[in-house]
């Protein structure tokens, strides 16, 4: 069962250059795909580069007027396939500003 911001013990080689890995722009084209209202999206994998734990921080008018638990669901599911093969996921919702 994967349980949101739990953390596992693993090794991985960290990165050493600063553009994005296959797995954040996988997730990132997913979340652009379902969210196509969002005004922000940064996905940062937090596990050195081996596509393990997400930090995802998304704002969209679709979380609007939805609890944080809900916002968070959301994300959850339209990455339902990603997170069967991560450890963790870490995400921040928020609703655009006006």
Do not use: W
Request: glycine letters at 6%; a positive charge.
């Amino acid at each position: 069962r994967f349980h949101q911001g739990t953390t596992f013990p693993f090794h991985c080689v960290h990165r050493m250059f600063a553009s994005q890995t296959e797995g954040e722009l996988k997730v990132t084209q997913i979340l652009k795909e379902k969210f196509p209202r969002a005004t922000a999206i940064k996905v940062t994998d937090i596990s050195g580069g081996c596509g393990a734990m997400y930090e995802i921080k998304i704002e969209s008018e679709e979380f609007k007027e939805k609890r944080t638990v809900q916002q968070h669901q959301m994300v959850n599911q339209a990455l339902k396939e990603e997170i069967k093969s991560m450890h963790g996921l870490r995400i921040f919702t928020s609703v655009p500003k006006h």
